[in-house]
């Protein structure tokens, strides 16, 4: 299983980003994907997450702001990033993850940088 993200870069405070995360191999049909962000010196936390079947969830700090999405035909993740402050910082992680009676698995993208300048 392989993800790549794309859509990072440096944005003003108050400007938006749309990160993609496309996921290809064998890749269990009922999964969650989500968007995780790691800032310097801090762990790496869930940002959102959506099942495939459209279920969401969001971390307090992005409520209103951001919105996760998916493509199931085409297993791309994206995440619109509104009203973006400076504590959005952050490298951002795309991952997939899927639980069965025979395996659990998660696999993550290589990461995309974003910078909200004040």
């Known amino acids: 299983v392989q993800l790549q993200a794309s859509g990072g870069g440096l944005v003003q405070a108050g400007g938006s980003l749309r990160l993609s995360c496309a996921a290809s191999?064998?890749?269990?049909?009922?999964?969650?994907m989500g968007w995780y962000r790691q800032a310097p010196g801090k762990e790496r936390d869930l940002v959102a997450s959506i099942t495939s079947g459209g279920s969401t969830n969001y971390v307090d700090s992005v409520k209103g702001r951001f919105t996760i999405s998916r493509d199931n035909a085409r297993n791309t993740v994206y995440l619109q990033m509104n009203s973006l402050k400076p504590e959005d910082t952050a490298v951002y992680y795309c991952a997939v993850e899927w639980s069965t009676t025979v395996e659990a698995a998660r696999y993550w993208g290589q990461g995309t940088l974003v910078t909200v300048s004040s």
């Open positions: 191999g064998s890749i269990f049909s009922v999964n969650i």
